[in-house]
């Protein structure tokens, strides 16, 4: 069975920094891409970043590029994602999912308030 | 930038009723389409991949069609569980990108 559980989320002042994880059990990590996916309150689904699964390729939104870096360990089954300069628009439950959506964590919330 | 134009934002709809969700690409983007279905507090859910393919374990109630820049989501007969919120989403070209969201709630 696939698991994808992310943590790290929690409430940090703007212009701070945030390390989230997402540790992946279940199937072979290190053969798929892998991404991260927000949802602000209330709000719909917007795509973050992803992570290729061996060639080292990384994909970013217009909204994070430059502030947020993905990056992945495969002998730790696990994704990460470093979020710097973080704005009140940043505010959202962050989802790691694998594939193209075919799994989903349970998502961790980030609140960047002052 | 490839868009993503999902109607109708909302409807009303009753058990029994056939729904149709359409999501239009403003480029085409072959069949690398998506639909989620996401439930108040839940994760979303994969329903279809690759425009029609179902997901393992997704009811065959659902259904979802279309090539190039016009794309359906399908439920034949709407069932009490399916209310929820639909999303499609573009896996064609970086950025992906979500269409707005379409919530089923009841009559």
């Known amino acids: 069975e696939v698991q994808l559980v992310e943590s790290g989320g929690g409430l940090v002042k703007p212009g701070g920094s945030l390390r989230l994880s997402c540790a992946a059990s279940?199937?072979?990590?290190?053969?798929?891409?892998m991404n991260w996916v927000r949802q602000a309150p209330g709000k719909g689904l917007e795509w973050v970043s992803s992570?290729?699964?061996?060639?080292?390729?990384?994909y970013y939104a217009d909204s994070v590029k430059g502030r947020f870096t993905i990056s992945r360990d495969n002998a730790k089954n696990s994704l990460y994602l470093q979020m710097n300069s973080l704005r009140a628009e940043d505010t959202a439950v962050y989802y790691c999912?694998?594939?193209?959506?075919?799994?989903w964590g349970q998502g961790t919330l980030v609140t960047v308030s002052s | 930038d490839i868009q993503m134009t999902q109607s109708p934002s909302a409807m009303s709809a009753s058990v029994g009723d056939r729904v149709t969700i359409t999501c239009r690409a403003s480029?085409?983007?072959?069949?690398?389409l998506a639909w989620f279905q996401q439930k108040p507090g839940k994760v979303p859910k994969r329903l279809i991949h690759?425009?029609?393919s179902l997901q393992s374990g997704v009811p065959s109630r659902f259904s979802g069609s279309g090539s190039g820049t016009e794309f359906t989501l399908t439920i034949s007969s709407l069932q009490p569980e399916d209310f929820a919120t639909y999303f499609c989403?573009?896996?064609?070209?970086?950025?992906?990108?979500f269409g707005q969201g379409t919530k089923v709630d009841i009559k």
């Open positions: 999912a694998s594939r193209g959506g075919e799994d």
């Open positions: 480029q085409g983007i072959s069949n690398y």
């Open positions: 992570s290729s699964g061996s060639s080292g390729y990384t």
């Open positions: 690759a425009s029609s």
């Open positions: 279940g199937f072979t990590f290190s053969s798929y891409s």
């Open positions: 989403l573009q896996l064609n070209t970086y950025p992906w990108t």
